[in-house]
């Protein structure tokens, strides 16, 4: 996971080696691999289609790629507070790197689900998407109170916009997860592992 961080620190940084192509294959090339190879696309002539296929393969492959944009927004606030030498700014640091790794484990669940075909993926999907606007508000509030700035100046256009487009874009795609027949048909595995979990 260093070598992950630290290859994505470098990407953000504008250097990256083969060898940091290798570890950002490794860790999401293979799963791509494994969902496109176990992938069937077949049209069942009373259920409809089953499998990662479509619209669906898509929804995977953003998935896998989504941790790519939190390990990056982690190095990148720790990159951003790294530059403050105060008491408040590495409690900022800690904060949100514990905010960010909580989102990022939730996308890891949900990604393993997905991956087993699980008929719990679905509601997981949709407690994802109400945890960007959780995530981020518990982020501005945290941030305001460290260090004891206004939540107004925080609010700035550079900072809501991805939050807010993230939010549209994620509930686009839970509105095609709660219709699509293809979801409705892929994900039917782990009835008894699922009572196994939350027993």
Known sequence: MRLVIAGLGDLLMGSFSIW??????????????????????TTDPV?????????????AIAEVVGL?????AV???I???AEYNSAGSQVVILGEAA?????????VVVIWFMFKKDRI??????????????????DVVFVSAVLRVSVSQLMTAEVVAPSVTAFIVAGLWVWYVSKSVRVRNTFIHGARTRSEIFS
């Open 75 to 77: 190095a990148n606030s």
């Open 99 to 107: 905010l960010n790794f909580a989102f990022m484990a939730l996308q």
């Open 121 to 138: 993926f679905p509601k997981l999907f949709f407690f994802q998407w109400v945890a960007i606007p959780a995530t981020f508000a518990l």
């Open 20 to 41: 940091h192509w290798v570890i950002v294959f490794l860790f999401f090339g293979v799963p791509i691999y494994f969902a496109v190879r176990t992938a069937r696309r």
């Open 68 to 72: 790519l944009k939190t390990l990056g």
């Open 79 to 81: 990159e951003t507070y």
């Open 47 to 59: 259920n409809g289609p089953s499998g990662f296929g479509g619209w669906l393969l898509l929804l």
